[in-house]
């Protein structure tokens, strides 16, 4: 079993950034692949980006193609989410997720077995 701990969050001005960053403890982090997914007040919770063990492949939703970038460091059992040109509709609460299963939907919520707590990210206009 994996803990997962964000950090990071904070308020921004739109066309700012932030980094986010995950911790893992508990079990072998290579052996996860690893996700970040936010929930807007009164939204649903979405995927944002994920990557899988090795950090070989990477996904994006299109909301955030071009501007984030989902990174891992298998030796320091983290992994972070650079966010780029960040704009309002950005603001939401962001959630670390980790997986062990190296097949399946890497953007659905149902495949993760494994959440953080959150951390706010909150875009002014």
């Known amino acids: 079993q994996v803990q997962l701990v964000e950090s990071g969050g904070g308020l921004v001005q739109a066309g700012g950034s932030l980094r986010l960053s995950c911790a893992a403890s508990?079990?072998?982090?290579?052996?996860?692949?690893m996700g970040w997914f936010r929930q807007a007040p009164g939204k649903e919770r979405e995927f944002v980006a994920s990557i899988s063990r090795t950090g070989g492949r990477t996904y994006y939703a299109d909301s955030v193609k071009g501007r984030f970038t989902i990174a891992r460091d298998n030796a320091k059992n983290t992994v972070a989410l650079q966010m780029n040109s960040l704009k309002p509709e950005d603001t939401a609460v962001y959630y670390c997720?980790?997986?062990?299963?190296?097949?399946?939907?890497?953007?659905?919520?149902?495949?993760?077995?494994?959440w953080g707590q959150g951390t706010q990210v909150t875009v002014s206009s």
């Open positions: 508990g079990s072998t982090f290579s052996r996860y692949v």
């Open positions: 997720a980790a997986d062990p299963e190296w097949s399946g939907d890497y953007t659905s919520l149902k495949k993760y077995d494994y």
